[in-house]
């Protein structure tokens, strides 16, 4: 093989979800069968880079300065569920069970791996809380030690407020988040949710 597809091939296997293999045959797909794929699809990814951002308010994609769901007046905008990366998101929206909004920390607290407070989306939720803006924060973030720990610093920011904090988790596996559970069991787990204080 070339240099060029072998660094073609390298790249694609940094993706979540492709294994050598796949990049291999995905490599010489778009180099060797599908040409015009290969353009458009270069197109779409430079389109995506230049459109795609962060929602200044809740963290998930967007293409405007606020995400569909920020904008969407018929959702709850002061129910807020705390998740930790946009798939999360996507999985819970997926099960049709959350009528709220969110915020996305990009990552929980872990300060083994150096991640603190500062790291993360933190500070624009700590404003929505302190603006008012926030009645329950629906905490569904991973059933693990750095999870727990995220929760507790968040609820410690609540002392002195009147924003509840309850937590999903019921039904979902020791150790995994919102991502690997079906719908189901997402549903079950948001309206089971409980207090977390
Ligand atoms: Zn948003």
């Given at each position: 093989m070339t240099p060029a597809f072998e660094k073609l091939q390298q790249q694609l296997k940094r993706l979540p979800g492709v294994g050598f293999r796949s990049a291999e045959r995905i490599a010489l797909h778009l180099l060797v069968e599908k040409p015009t794929q290969l353009a458009e699809l270069v197109a779409t990814l430079e389109a995506a880079a230049q459109s795609v951002r962060?929602?200044?308010?809740?963290?998930?994609?967007?293409?405007?300065?606020?995400c569909a769901i920020c904008s969407d007046e018929r959702r709850d905008q002061r129910l807020l569920c705390v998740v930790e990366h946009v798939p999360d998101l996507v999985a819970i929206e997926r099960s049709g069970a959350f009528r709220g909004a969110y915020h996305v920390l990009h990552g929980k607290l872990s300060p083994i791996n150096g991640?603190?407070?500062?790291?993360?989306?933190?500070t624009r939720l700590l404003e929505r809380i302190e603006q008012g803006d926030v009645d329950e924060l629906v905490l569904a973030l991973s059933n693990d030690v750095e999870g727990e720990a995220t929760c507790h610093f968040l609820t410690q920011r609540l002392a002195g407020t009147n924003v509840k904090a309850t937590r999903i988790g019921f039904g979902l596996p020791s150790g995994g988040g919102v991502l690997y559970a079906d719908a189901v069991t997402l549903k079950s787990a948001l309206e089971g949710r409980r207090d977390y204080l």
């Open positions: 962060r929602c200044e308010r809740c963290g998930n994609i967007s293409e405007g300065p606020h991640v603190g407070p500062d790291q993360l989306n933190l």
